[in-house]
C-alpha cells in the first residue's frame, strides 16, 4: 500500500486517525501547521506546512495512493480567515492528487447543508444550504471533487461530517454524533475500496434520530456500528433557547450574526 497523507494532523480528529490507522500497518505521512503534540506513531513522519503553501503540499503529496484532507479552519470563521486554508488549500490538495492519482477523502461538514429544517430527511443529493463561510467552503469542497472526477478522474470521497467527539454533550447531537470508531472505519473504507468515484457519505453513527437518509456508503462498503442513543438520558434534555438553532439542521452556527426578523413556527419557503 502506498503512504497516506492526513493533513490536519495536529487537530482533534487528526490526533485520534493518525494512531488508529498506524496501528493497521499504513504507512502516514503527518501535516499541519502546528506542531503534532503526540509521540509518533510507528510508521509516521510529521512535516510542518502550510496548506496555502502548494509546493510544501505538491512535495508532501509525492508517492502517496491517498490524502486524507482534515486540515484547515473547522468552525465559523470570517470569510479571509476561512479563503486562504479552505479554499487555496483545498485547491493545492486536489492539484496534488491529480498529479499522482491519488483518492482525496475530504472532510466535509453537516454546515454545508445547515439550513435545511430539522424535520427534513435528507438524501446526500440534497441541496447545498451552507450556514456560514465555513459551510459555503465545504460545499466548495465537494464541487471541487464533483470537478476534479468528471474532468480528471481524481477519485473522492466527501464525509459530511455530523458532530465527532469522543461523546454527544447535547440533544442536537443524538442526531448528528459520529464515534471515533466509526470515523476511523469510515476512513479506512474509503481508502481501501477498490472503486470510489465522486462520493459523499453522511459521517454520523447509527442514529435513530439521524436527520439524514440516502448515501453511496454501499459504494465503499462501510456501515456505522455505534450509536449516540445511548447517551439519550444523559445529553437529550440539552438544548438551547434560541429559536433558530433549534429549528435548523447546523445548529449554532445558523443562529450566529443572523440578521433576518425570527422565523415563524412554520417557514413557507421552506422548499425554496
Ligand atoms: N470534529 C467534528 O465534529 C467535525 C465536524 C464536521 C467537519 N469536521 C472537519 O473535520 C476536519 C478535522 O476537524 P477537527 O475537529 O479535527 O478540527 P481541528 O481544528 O481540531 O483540526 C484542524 C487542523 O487543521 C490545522 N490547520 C488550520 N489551518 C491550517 C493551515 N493553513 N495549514 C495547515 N493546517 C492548518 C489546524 O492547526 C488543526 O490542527 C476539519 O476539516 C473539520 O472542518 C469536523
Redesign the pocket.
Known amino acids: 500500500m502506498k503512504p497516506v497523507l492526513l ?2 494532523a ?5 490526533r485520534a486517525l493518525a494512531p488508529a490507522l498506524a496501528a493497521q500497518g499504513w504507512a502516514l505521512r503527518l501535516t ?3 506542531p503534532f503534540p503526540d509521540p509518533l506513531p510507528p510508521g509516521a513522519s510529521f512535516t510542518r ?4 503553501d502548494g509546493l510544501s503540499i505538491a512535495r508532501l503529496a509525492e508517492g502517496c495512493g491517498a490524502i486524507l484532507h ?5 468552525v465559523d470563521k470570517s470569510y479571509p480567515e476561512v479563503a ?2 479552505n479554499l487555496d ?1 483545498l485547491y493545492h490538495i486536489y492539484e496534488a492528487a491529480r498529479r499522482e492519482g491519488a483518492r482525496v477523502l475530504f ?4 454546515h454545508s447543508i445547515g439550513f435545511h429544517e430539522r424535520g427534513e430527511t435528507l438524501d446526500a443529493d440534497c441541496a447545498f444550504r451552507p450556514d456560514s463561510y465555513y459551510g459555503l467552503s ?1 460545499a466548495f469542497g465537494e464541487l471541487m471533487g464533483r470537478l476534479y472526477w468528471d474532468k480528471h478522474g481524481v477519485e473522492n470521497v466527501n464525509l459530511r ?5 469522543p461523546k454527544p454533550i447535547n440533544a442536537r447531537m443524538l442526531s448528528t454524533w459520529l464515534s471515533y470508531g466509526d470515523l476511523t472505519r469510515l476512513v479506512t473504507a474509503a481508502v481501501t475500496a477498490p472503486r470510489a468515484g465522486h462520493c459523499v457519505i453522511w459521517a454520523c453513527s447509527a442514529n435513530p434520530a439521524s436527520f439524514w437518509g440516502r448515501d453511496h456508503r454501499d459504494r465503499i462498503g462501510w456501515a456505522p456500528q455505534d450509536t449516540a442513543e445511548t447517551f439519550r438520558a444523559e445529553v437529550g434534555h440539552i438544548v438551547s433557547t434560541d429559536a433558530v438553532e433549534e429549528r435548523y439542521q447546523g445548529g449554532g452556527y445558523t443562529s450566529a450574526e443572523y440578521s433576518r426578523a425570527t422565523p415563524s413556527p412554520r417557514d413557507p419557503f421552506a422548499l425554496d
Open positions: 493533513t490536519g495536529s487537530g482533534n480528529l487528526g499541519d501547521i502546528l506546512a502550510d496548506l496555502a482534515f486540515g484547515g479552519i473547522s486562504r486554508p488549500g472532510a466535509s461538514s453537516n465545504k461530517i455530523g458532530s465527532c467527539f
